[in-house]
């Protein structure tokens, strides 16, 4: 360090004065150079979740919210059978885009990885992977709206193929929609993950494999697949933390017709029912930590990180 | 256990597009015996080695084990088990499974190939670490499992694709005795690449040298380095030098080589048949024996081996003005 390396040689008239100036430096050090991402974590991270979780006690009536500590907010929650239906719905959602999403992801990591030879090819099929993520989420989803409706493209297009005679209703503005539009948002973070934890193993083991009389699916089973596990986990993480706090998402593509915890938050909000959506909210923190505690105990991603 | 099998490679050859790494080569090894892949770095033994266990597809050429053409049957019907460089354990598999797995694969039940996998892992020794993960094993206790792993199988021939190279020259001489005694033990056939001359003469029956793709000499270790066939064998063994034709007098016209231990140093009284003159370059002492390589017209290097009593009888320093010299029959001619 420099400041220890200049005590180490003090010129000899200013040394006194200075030397004890500088020593104080090198114990500090450590804790100034920590500093600015504590500083960034406690404000832009706990002090909102803190706020969140005073506010979930305060009361509020049709005009104001104020400073008291009820615990309505969340016995009002946890009895209402909306919750639980909204929770079951949203919980729904995530299972249904985590699967699909995994086997997608797992799919298309599993080509990339072993199935393209030339890193040059692997390189370009990756980028070509994210194309949809140079537009916004938003545009993405309205862009299935004009392909799935009713008079759609799809619609219109098997109508006159003569597959079908009526318009298919459950396209849009249904789960179907809903979960479509997820996997379509999100199977990257699940491709993006699993391919790096793919591109790590060592390709003599699928040869060790090969040797002990391993078949290509025996070899995916027993070798590739249990060394996927630590991407497979993070790109679950990801899948289910955005699914579960979506509402943008749900409320575009359900057309109203299907809520979701995060929905359920913001409306609550729009009609200035701050506390109890912050009790919602809170609820919602401690579900899905639960979910991500349950996945990291199923697999140890420390290796990965 | 089952007797080993011979393998038998004719006009064997690889290429890679327009890069030949294997140039039809020839050569049959004898069921039960210990064989050598040698040679430098590229000169085609881990391709032969590879095409052998059914991890390279062959160019040209068959590849024949026990009395069958076996160059399109996947490894496990070969039976041949390969054991890796890297070792390549499976790292989420503790010894007992990474051993079992072969048998996993089979569908032998799970107390079964847990028990065998049990007494393979005693047979090499590591009985007591058959519940660690290979990362909570050294180098050497890894090479052990693999080892167990590749045996399992009950194969007719064993490949191992330089076994020893990652161990650190103490386990490399260890090593180097257990697999001569599991050798000797099991009795298949055991087929090593190396490109350690000394490992091919400790271990081999059969020596295999290789440059460029072929075959420059097979047979036991102790004709290759008593008869060395060509200029290449003489220096990848060691221990000779080589002499071009007719650059020191008394010898033939062609070119020969002629053991560093064989040759005497002294003054004008050597009474030796052929004689050469030359500038002491450096000086080594092994202990047992002195190391001299000398500056000789004729020969590029010139080495000088002698035993630690003879040189301290009569010690040369560097730069010292000598006359080595050797007699008739130690002079063995080379083909090219």
Known sequence: ?????????????????????????????????????????????????????????????????????VLTNYTEL???????????????????????????????????????????????????????????????????IPFLGRNGLLNSGLISAGIIDRPLEFL?????????AFVHLYALFMVVPIFNSMMRIDRALIEAARDGGASAVQTLWNVILPLSKPGIAIGSIFVVTLVMGDFITVRLMSGGQSASIGLMIANEISLLQYPA?????????????????AMLRVVDIRKEL | MTAGSTVELVKLRKAYGATVAVDGIDLRIAAGSYCCLLGPSGCGKTST??????????????????????????????????????????????CTDNVAFSLKMKGVPKEERRRRAGEMLDLVDMGKYAGRLPSQLSGGQQQRVA?????????????????????????????????????????????????????????????????????????????????????????????HNVIEGGAIGGTDAGRCAVRTDRIQLGGADLPTDIQVEGTVRSLEYHGASVHLSLDVAGADEFAVVLDEARYFDAPVGVGDRVRAGWGRRDVHPLLA
């Open chain 2, 49 to 94: 080695l590879r095409m052998i266990a059914g991890h390279e597809d062959i160019t040209d050429g068959d590849l024949l084990i026990g009395d069958a053409v076996v160059n399109d049957d996947p490894p496990a019907k070969r039976g041949t088990a390969m054991m890796f460089q890297s070792y390549a354990l499976f790292p989420h598999l503790d």
């Open chain 1, 1 to 69: 360090m420099t400041l220890t390396a200049e005590t180490s040689r003090p010129s000899a008239t200013a040394a006194a004065g200075r030397a004890r100036r500088v020593r104080l430096a090198p114990r500090l050090a450590p804790y100034l150079q920590a500093a600015p991402l504590t500083v960034t974590l406690l404000l832009f991270l706990l002090v909102p979740i803190l706020t969140i979780v005073v506010v979930s006690f305060w009361d509020y009536d049709s005009v104001r919210f104020y400073p008291d500590f």
């Open chain 1, 172 to 180: 849009l503005f249904s789960d179907f929609s809903v979960v479509l």
């Open chain 1, 277 to 293: 959506a912050a009790a919602n909210a809170v609820v919602l923190l401690a579900v899905v930590l639960i979910m991500v505690v």
């Open chain 1, 78 to 144: 946890l009895t209402s059978p909306v919750t639980w239906k909204t929770y079951l719905n949203t919980l729904k959602y995530a299972a249904l885009s985590w699967a699909i999403t995994l086997g997608i992801g797992f799919t298309v990591a599993y080509f990339l990885a072993f199935h393209v030879r030339s890193t040059t090819w692997q390189m370009l099929l990756f980028l070509v992977c994210t194309i949809p993520f140079w537009t916004s989420n938003i545009i993405r989803m309205i862009s299935w």
């Open chain 2, 147 to 239: 080892l167990a792993r590749a045996l399992i199988t009950r194969p007719g021939v064993l490949l191992l694709d330089e076994p020893l190279s990652a161990l650190d020259p103490f386990l490399r001489v260890r090593m180097r005795e257990e697999l001569k005694r599991l050798h000797r033990d099991i009795g298949i056939t055991f087929i090593h690449v190396t490109h350690s001359q000394t490992e091919a003469m400790a271990l081999a029956d059969l020596a295999v040298v290789m440059n460029q793709g072929r075959i420059e000499q097979a047979g036991p270790p102790r004709e290759l380095f008593n008869q060395p066939r060509t200029a290449f064998v003489a220096r990848f063994i060691g221990g």
